[in-house]
């Protein structure tokens, strides 16, 4: 019997274990840079909401509660401006598990493409792999793909690992593309609350849009803003017809978010006061280690938003990966992402105070 596993690289992480285990080393102990993951407490609403529905004997819906979708919808009106009907819109137990069955659940399969950025989140091309779909990176979608083959495209916006944003020009491109050639866009913007030096928008934006869905879709997820990645949370929204398939198709293979946990995303998706505290504790992170890695003779490029830092100094990535190990820190290889970080490392500011306090002055006596 052929496996699944068989079509499927290693994963990217268990490369980096030695390196992990060299900065580990460190008399003062790792500065983890390497992943994404929220360290910060959950916010003490969450939790409340959380515990207050524990006791949920029965089945969740996969549609979710009527109250989430109004606070799905709601929060996409209130603080992306994109207007979002409650019956168009679907819990996801966190954005990976969209991201890694979609063109599955589409039931996309040989002979099929599944497009994605050329540096991007891994789970895309492994979401096209394990469909049997053809995976193909691109650097500009509208002028390298072909319209007749691709079937789904995906867009990162905020980008991990890069931090670039697309603005509504380049998004309405893009939108524009895709709809005269049949071609179903999905726009992963999991970082959309944390802009640094920009204002992301979504692609369901009037101004990218035109005020109608067709044929789009946008993930969102609570992990970042909401320190919620331990819970599982997240949503998507857009083409009433591609929401109706999905969640036919979902219903069948008990895609349910826990009852407890759609009360918490309730709670969080309400609370402006917990994003904008942790979005605060971000920035000072972000501040000191870009002062830190930039006078230690790296380049920072893009990063104008999300929660990473794409650094160069114009060598291999493993070569700054190993060196960065010798002194406690670990960071992610920027080949990870494709081909084209084969000279960056992803720096994450996803550490404790401590922690990042701890690796500037590592790269201060470097």
């Not at 398939?245 to 407890?260: A, D, I, N, S, Y």
Request: proline share 7%; aromatic share 8%; with cysteine.
């Amino acid at each position: 019997m052929a496996r699944v596993s068989d079509r499927l690289p290693v994963f990217p992480w268990d490369r980096l274990e030695p390196y992990k285990t060299a900065a580990a080393a460190h008399p003062d102990g790792v500065v983890d840079l390497s992943v994404g993951t929220p360290v910060d407490p959950v916010p003490a609403i969450v939790q409340q909401a959380l515990t207050a529905a524990a006791d949920s004997p029965g089945y969740p819906t996969t549609y979710g509660t009527p109250a989430l979708r109004e606070a799905i919808a709601g929060w996409l009106r209130e603080r992306l401006g994109v207007a979002a009907d409650p019956a168009h819109v679907l819990p996801l137990i966190g954005s990976k598990e969209l991201v890694g069955w979609l063109p599955t659940l589409l039931d996309l399969g040989p002979g099929d493409q599944v497009a994605y950025p050329e540096l991007a989140y891994p789970t895309y091309e492994i979401g096209s792999r394990v469909a049997r779909a053809e995976a193909v990176a691109y650097a500009d979608p509208v002028a390298g793909l072909d319209p007749a083959r691709v079937k789904l495209l995906w867009l990162n916006t905020p980008s991990n690992p890069t931090g670039r944003t697309l603005d509504a020009a380049e998004l309405r491109r893009i939108v524009g593309w895709a709809r005269e050639h049949g071609v179903l866009v999905v726009s992963d913007e999991c970082y959309i609350e944390l802009g640094w030096e920009t204002e992301p928008v979504s692609v369901l934006h009037p101004d990218v849009c035109g005020g109608s869905h067709e044929g789009l879709l946008a993930v969102h997820s609570l992990s970042k803003r909401s320190n919620f990645a331990g819970y599982r949370g997240a949503f998507l929204a857009g083409d009433p017809a591609v929401v109706k398939e999905l969640l036919g198709v979902r219903k069948h293979l008990g895609l349910m978010v826990p009852t407890p946990v759609q009360n918490a995303m309730i709670a969080a998706l309400g609370d402006r006061a917990h994003v904008e505290e942790q979005r605060a504790r971000y920035a000072r992170r972000r501040a000191a280690l870009r002062g830190a890695f930039e006078g230690a003779g790296f380049r920072i490029e893009h990063s104008e938003a999300s929660l990473y830092l794409w650094a160069t100094r114009d060598e291999p990535c493993w070569d700054t990966v190993g060196g960065l190990a010798k002194d406690g820190i670990l960071v992610a290889p920027g080949e990870f992402y494709g081909r084209a970080g084969e000279t960056f490392v992803r720096i994450a500011f996803t550490a404790t105070d401590e922690r990042v306090e701890a690796a500037v002055r590592r790269l201060s006596r470097a």
